[in-house]
């Protein structure tokens, strides 16, 4: 399994410098709100897929009156290598990574080197907010076991940028807008046929794992909708051509694919209490944990950001039963509750670390 053995942060949101040396098991990171626990795990994030888990952009990255920020992790691989990944971005755009001091040709190639999955208090939003989010989520999964994925899928955002650009320009020029209606179904359809397999290897396991959080109060499923499911989306390109050019945008593609969470048949986000929804989510980042394990061959760098957050006692017990039971690799764990956190974890593995943070400045801490 991967394993991030140590961090070095400079200038990372309140995080002015600070150099980190990890359990290969359990971390436990502790502090009250806004000190400086989910920047740590964010550049963890960051280094693994190039970008925040949190920011859209950059700018809201850098510590505060800095122009650049960096940070640079040592990792050990499954494979028994040890690799170092760096990354220095500036204001202004310009992001640099090096592996081992040698930079990529493309940052995508970094995409799945090492496999992460994040449980945090953001997921709400893929409930609560448009389709958009759900879609991230799914793209960030796949991206990382299958380079073919993400780099149809930047071809694909391109194409479409580039053909909303004709449309905003008025270009009526049907060749042309045919020339880019075949090229998107032809690299839409594998897209497409990667989310449906995906999204019916997660319906199992999310309603397994929420039955296992929830004692099997509820059953939940998901459901992919996409506009590639009904017909070719070369054809629907072409009858709503009209209508695109009225609009000056593509109304039709992946760009509309949702996924419905729902619970006893309705929508989570309409009759889920918070406590449901939070389960629903741990629920789906654990099935995604475990496709990613199985693809993979080896268990992904796990973080659990205020996983405790709007959960009872009896679905907390239950979920530290899935950890401790299940074959879990390298975990970072945050909690502003100290007693609770130290106990947990305490009770799960003698191998731990605990690390306490108070203003971006962190320290370890004895148990």
């Known amino acids: ?6 961090i070095v ?19 436990c990171i ?6 400086g626990k989910t920047n740590l795990l964010d ?25 650049e920020f960096s940070l640079s992790g040592q990792y050990e691989l499954p494979s028994g290598v040890s690799t170092k990944i760096s990354m220095q971005v500036r204001d202004g755009g310009e992001k640099k990574l090096r592996r081992d001091g040698s930079p990529y040709k493309k940052i995508s190639d970094h995409i799945g080197l090492i496999p992460i999955v994040m449980v945090s208090p953001a997921d709400s939003a893929m409930v609560s907010e448009s389709g958009e989010l759900r879609r991230k989520f799914v793209n960030s999964v796949l991206s990382q076991m299958d380079p073919s994925y993400l780099n149809g899928t930047i071809q694909y955002n391109r194409l479409l940028a580039q053909r909303n650009s004709l449309l905003k320009e008025g270009c009526s020029d049907a060749g042309l807008l045919e020339t880019f209606d075949i090229r998107l179904e032809a690299l839409g359809r594998p897209i497409c046929r990667a989310r449906a397999e995906f999204t019916e290897k997660l319906r199992p396991l999310v309603a397994h794992y929420y039955e296992e959080i929830s004692a099997g109060k509820e059953s939940v499923d998901i459901e992919y909708c996409s506009d590639l499911l009904s017909g070719n989306l070369e054809d629907k390109l072409r009858s709503t051509r009209d209508r695109d050019l009225a609009l000056r945008y593509t109304g039709a593609g992946l760009q509309r694919d949702d996924f419905l969470f729902t619970m006893d048949g309705h929508p989570i986000r309409r009759c889920g ?10 629920a789906l980042k654990f099935a995604q944990y475990e496709i990613m394990k199985e693809r993979c061959g080896f268990p992904p760098i796990m973080l659990l950001d205020d996983l405790f957050d709007k959960l009872d006692i009896d679905r907390v017990s239950n979920l530290l039963r899935m950890v401790s039971d299940r074959d879990f690799g390298q975990i970072f764990l945050t909690d502003a509750d100290r007693r609770r956190s130290g106990e947990i974890v305490n009770s799960l593995t003698s191998d731990r670390k605990h690390i306490e943070t108070a203003g971006g400045v962190f320290s370890y801490a004895d148990e």
């Not at 502790?30 to 000190?35: A, D, I, K, V, Y």
């Open 1 to 6: 399994m991967p394993t991030l053995k140590k």
């Open 9 to 27: 942060i400079q200038d990372f949101r309140n995080i002015a410098l600070q150099e980190l040396e990890f359990s290969p098991n359990i971390n």
């Open 30 to 35: 502790r502090g009250g709100n806004g000190e």
């Open 43 to 67: 550049a963890i994030w960051y280094l693994s897929m190039t970008k925040s888990a949190f920011s859209a952009s950059d700018r809201f990255n850098f510590r505060h009156g800095c122009r």
């Open 273 to 282: 209490s918070q406590g449901q929804q939070k389960s629903f989510l741990v």
